[in-house]
């Protein structure tokens, strides 16, 4: 029985599942002579055994369809999951834990992310829903929180806490986005604000509060809905009191985004920057120059360490910024800022410090940036992507893309004929999602390519895969095929950790 020779799920709620145990497994058509390809499953990919009695070649389920996985192959343990969502000019990333919650970091401009949510979830089922928990707007730009409107708003979500950097941009040119003096910006938005606060406040940052507040409203239905839907499922979520629903500002003095802090036995999401101070009782932070690089200077900047690996999101941060989070992180222990994969900050921008990629040495980086029409940003910069991975730690870097990722095909001339200008008009054929996989050992990016026309991207079909590290170059027990292991520097400590389901009970209850 392959349950046993799996060991026991680790999650109850889904004791038919299983996951892809290495860098690629090959689905196929036929058991034992192993033809016909019928899947490639990247690192963590979920498939739902149909037999629990067979041994040796396992038949499957997976998104797409149906094969035989070879036991070994296959492992009860879930990954760490990461999609940067192409969402055009803008940020989205969604993280799934081993233990199966979510956190959503931005949503860019567009639909795109709430589509993906959408899509990747099959909210578009009745009895499905989804719970996320925390959403975190690292700052207030269009491009980073206006797509997170829909997600906030749908009844498919459950949002239990969404976070800011409590800088609200306001209507007052003169006092955008708070009043300032001296290189401080003070009057910042903790809480839910008062009307008289929000009159001074531009529509998106109104926009963004009423979905919040909606959020907050629907929420204790919506656990209802899930509870009635899925008992097995949602069993150990639903007990999320709504009271505890949290709109607030996130800096340093938080140290770790709720709930995943230093008791948290998958991973922990440290917040860097940005740090407040204090003067005369008021809390501020610092002024750049300019509202729009005070406000993406102050971005809020995770890092998500999963055993021996950090991934480090840093929205829009500048280069009047970044000397500042690089002096605070060397006024802490250890080396901070170091990681595997950088989020290149404001979407590959010229902007940038060398300090700043020094401090984090990063192995592999992914921009998030898309065409537009006019190409008002010229995003991502040559000189950017010339040296971003100048200090990497790893003989073969890389740099994933969104925007390079993506393939795009002519419009039919039927479809021409609904545009003014018929030449080189182009659709979206394939969107630049960048997955992220890491087992706290081995950590691999990748995207999709291949000509599949009509196919589901997120089935697990035939899609040929660009994947770093490649095979012959591969990460193991931690160590590169050199025996050099680039994170020796800060290997997480082990740890006494809790029983899951005792942990599971408390993280479904406590409060931020």
Not at 156 to 178: S, T
Not at 240 to 269: A, E, G, M
Request: charged share 30%; hydrophobic share 35%.
């Amino acid at each position: 029985m392959p349950a046993e020779r799996l060991g026991p799920s680790r999650d109850q709620n889904f004791p038919e599942y299983a996951y892809a145990k290495k860098r690629m497994v090959y689905a196929y058509k036929e058991a034992r002579t192993g033809s016909g390809v019928a899947a490639k499953l990247f690192l963590g990919e979920w498939v739902k055994i149909k037999d629990p009695h067979a041994t040796g070649w396992i038949p499957v389920a997976f998104r797409g369809g149906e094969g035989y996985v070879q036991e070994d192959e296959l492992t009860r343990d879930r990954q760490l999951e990461i999609f940067f969502i192409d969402v055009d000019q803008g940020d989205s990333m969604l993280i799934q834990t081993p233990d199966d919650r979510r956190i959503l970091v931005d949503g860019g401009k567009t639909d795109d992310a709430h589509q993906f949510i959408r899509n990747k979830y099959r909210l578009d089922k009745k009895n499905n829903y989804i719970d996320f928990e925390a959403v975190v707007a690292t700052h207030s730009d269009n491009d980073h929180t206006e797509g997170l409107l829909k997600i906030l708003k749908d009844e498919k979500i459950a949002v239990k806490r969404v976070f800011h950097n409590g800088l609200f941009r306001r209507k007052d040119k003169k006092n955008d986005p708070g009043p300032h003096q001296e290189g401080k910006v003070f009057n910042l938005v903790d809480d839910f604000p008062s009307a008289a606060e929000r009159s001074h406040m531009t529509l998106l940052m109104n926009r963004f509060i009423d979905a919040a507040l909606e959020a907050k409203d629907r929420l204790p239905a919506c656990l209802q809905r899930m509870k009635e839907s899925n008992p097995r499922r949602w069993h150990n979520r639903v007990d999320f009191n709504p009271d505890h629903f949290v709109f607030k500002r996130l800096d340093t003095s938080s140290r770790y985004l709720p709930p995943f802090d230093d008791r948290n036995p998958y991973l922990t999401i440290s917040v860097l920057w940005p740090h407040i101070r204090e003067e005369g009782g008021k809390v501020y932070l610092p002024w750049y120059g300019n509202a729009g690089y005070t406000v993406n200077g102050n971005s809020i900047v995770l890092q998500i360490q999963h055993g021996s690996r950090r991934i480090l999101l840093t929205g829009d941060l500048n280069d009047a910024s970044m000397p500042d989070i690089v002096k605070l992180s060397g006024e802490r222990e250890g080396t901070p800022l170091l990681s595997d994969v950088y989020k290149a900050a404001h979407h590959g921008s010229q902007h940038f410090t060398l300090d700043f990629l020094k401090a984090i040495q990063a192995n592999a980086a992914v921009i998030s940036s898309g065409d537009q029409r006019y190409d008002d940003h010229g995003h991502p910069r040559a000189v950017l992507l010339g040296t971003i991975t100048r200090y990497s730690r790893a003989a073969k870097p890389a740099i994933f893309s969104t925007e390079l990722a993506a393939c795009f095909q002519k419009l039919s001339k039927k479809e021409l004929k609904d545009f003014k200008e018929g030449k080189d008009l182009y659709e979206r054929a394939i969107t630049g999602i960048i997955h992220l996989r890491s087992n706290g050992r081995v950590l691999y990016l990748g995207s999709v390519f291949g000509r599949h026309a009509g196919a589901d991207q997120l089935s697990n079909v035939k899609w040929d895969w660009d994947i770093w590290p490649d095979s012959r170059c591969a990460w193991r027990g931690g160590r590169t095929h050199t025996g050099h292991d680039p994170n020796e520097k800060f290997r997480a400590k082990p740890r006494l950790l809790t029983k899951t389901e005792s942990y599971r009970t408390e993280m479904s209850q406590r409060n931020v």
